[in-house]
């Protein structure tokens, strides 16, 4: 076997680590064993890649390693769960940044020698580096906006669609112009300042709320751009890799579009999601009388009932309630409560956010329940207790045809017999929409830090 088929192997080998890993990544019993088969995929990955690559460019791949992991592993230790999303649009966009940089490289290396590039070479790297280019654009100002550096509301200008198109079809001009077999670096730098252009237009008109689907769009993105990539650096692993992310991306957009019951186009030129905090006055009663209680009161409700639905939102992220809401949980338990937790697939901050949470206090996935399998348990719920969530419980998605979340489908804790609400003050969530749920006759708020009031929960059940 000589050194290519040797290589070749190897990231065959890679190739099969990356597919276990994603399919193991479909369940959190198996997710963390398919991080690691991954991880050792792509360890294996670079050290092949170290093997086959000139002796000359060792060293600057060694340090781009060496400066690049220790970034990546001291930001991963240090990130807060609630901060993963920028983290994950950050590390995207530079992915896409890379693939777009290396295809400038490649070009700037490839044209003016004697023999005309190939036009597979050619629509390769210009793909990937506009793609690449809109993927870093857009997801830097996604980073933005969730850091809030910049203003989470949807930024729109009169013919901001008309100018979008038009640079669109300016990009693609231009990519035809190169392919064609006329060489400019120039030219190429032009598009590429174009796509980054669009990147961030496209980005800037969508609101904080819709980050998630534009993060994972994005990540499409970045994965069709190293595919590219590959294609231009005859990488079969890279165009597998690349395929995977594009793919698994894709997949995820369209599954968040859907748990919104929003189409992509709607997410991408619908300007939606204030971030504002103006109130959507829903209606009936939202403006209605709030009923308040003490741990002691809302023990007793709690310990005398048949089933207890929990429902965290992103509140119980912000106060790291996760193993005191499990001490109440089992506590329920031991008193025969059925327990049961309610998971919205936007719930938090991130995709899969409640499940990462709640598996970091061991709680038994088989308590888990997804959105569809729930909603018809609502009306057998005696208490719904509803911990730091506020737009995924909102009834103003089904009841307000005017406000900016109607159509998406939510976690129906109206229809349960009685309703918990454990939340600071009567503040707004993500979508900035006041919330009628608040103010049904059958709600009582528990106000304070998520954390405390579930503490003094568990105290106050042990007396019931
Ligand atoms: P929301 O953002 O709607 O509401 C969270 C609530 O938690 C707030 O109203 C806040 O009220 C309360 N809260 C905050 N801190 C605390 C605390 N320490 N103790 C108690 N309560 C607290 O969260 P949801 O999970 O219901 O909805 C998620 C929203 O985020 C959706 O609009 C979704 O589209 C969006 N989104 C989702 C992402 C994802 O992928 N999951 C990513 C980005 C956005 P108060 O201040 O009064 O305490």
Partial sequence: MDKRQAVDLAYLVCAITFIIGL?????????????????????????????????????????????GGVIGAYSARAVKMTAMPQMVALFNGVGGGAAALISISEYHD??????????????????????????????????????????????????????????????????????????SEGVLVLAVALSLLLGVSLVMAIGGADMPVVI?????????????????LHNNLLIIAGTLVGA???????????????????????????????????????????????????????????????????????????????ELADQLERKGVDVRYAIHPVAGRMPGHMNVL?????????????????????????VSLVVGANDVVNPAAKNTPGSPIYGMPVLNVDQSQAVVVLKRSMNTGFAGIDNELFTDPKTTMLFGDAKESLANLVTSVKNV
């Fill in 248 to 326: 698994s991306g894709a997949l995820l957009t369209q599954m968040m579009s859907r748990a919104m019951n929003r189409s992509l186009a709607n997410v991408v030129f619908g300007a939606f999601g204030t971030g504002s905090g103006t109130a959507v006055v829903g209606p009936a009663g939202a403006q209605g009388t709030v009923r308040s209680a003490s741990a002691d009161d809302v023990a007793v409700m709690l310990g005398y009932a048949r089933r207890v639905v929990i429902v965290p939102g992103y509140g119980l992220a912000v106060a790291q309630a996760q193993h005191v809401v499990r």
């Fill in 358 to 382: 709640l598996a970091e206090a061991d709680v038994p996935y088989t308590q888990l329940y997804e959105m569809d399998e729930i909603n018809a348990e609502f009306p057998r719920t005696d």
């Fill in 110 to 183: 490839r044209i003016g020698l004697a023999t005309d590039p190939a036009t597979s070479f050619l629509i390769s790297t210009l793909f990937s580096a506009i793609v690449g280019g809109v993927s870093f654009a857009g997801s830097m100002i996604a980073f933005g906006k969730l850091q809030e550096v910049i203003s989470g509301s949807p930024v729109t200008v009169p013919g901001q669609k008309a100018v979008n198109a038009v640079n669109f079809i300016a990009i693609v001009v231009l990519a035809v112009y190169l392919a064609a077999g006329n060489e």
């Fill in 23 to 67: 399919k193991r990544l479909s369940s959190p019993r198996t997710a963390v064993r398919g991080n690691q088969v991954a991880a050792f995929g792509m360890v294996l990955a670079i050290g092949v890649t170290l093997w086959d690559a000139d002796a000359r460019d060792l060293a600057w791949i060694i340090a781009g390693i060496v400066i």
């Fill in 216 to 232: 994972s769009l994005l990540n499409s993105f970045t994965g069709l751009a190293a595919a590219a990539t590959g294609f231009t």
